[in-house]
């Protein structure tokens, strides 16, 4: 006889839920707090077009900020996936008023974050999905 196994139905994708917080505060919040999750940006002048936090999978994800500094500082960007550290990048030297962008392709569903720093002091948390 012919043994196979039943034919197996791919994971669903619906079972990563929205994030329940969409995003929080840290003790550099005042420098850096505005930022954003986004579908589509502008990437003149680094603000977002399509504001979101549910992603499909292989969609690139932006996160756009603006820096408000009081003296000179570093922003420091770190990407987490089912919290795990994905990716981290740190800005160059920043003196004035600044908006940035970073960007990251996820191609499968998870549970994301990204945290903003400034000098080494969290800003702000922004939490998102891929499903």
Do not use: C
Not at 38 to 46: F, G, M, R
Not at 109 to 129: C, D, H, S, T
Request: proline share 11%; net charge positive.
């Amino acid at each position: 006889g012919d043994g196979r196994p039943p034919n197996q139905q791919p994971a669903s994708v619906s079972n990563v839920p929205d994030p329940k917080v969409l995003t929080e505060s840290g003790p550099a919040s005042a420098v850096i707090f505005s930022a954003t999750t986004a579908s589509s940006i502008n990437p003149k002048v680094l603000i977002p077009i399509q504001p979101e936090h549910v992603f499909k999978p292989g969609q690139i994800v932006y996160v756009t900020y603006t820096v408000h500094p009081k003296g000179k500082g570093k922003v420091t960007v770190k990407w987490y996936t089912n919290n795990l550290l994905f990716h981290s990048y740190s800005s160059g030297t920043i003196t004035d008023i600044t908006n940035g962008s970073t960007q990251e392709p996820f191609p499968s569903p998870m549970e994301g974050k990204v945290e903003l720093y400034w000098n080494n002091q969290l800003a702000i948390r922004l939490y998102f999905v891929v499903r």
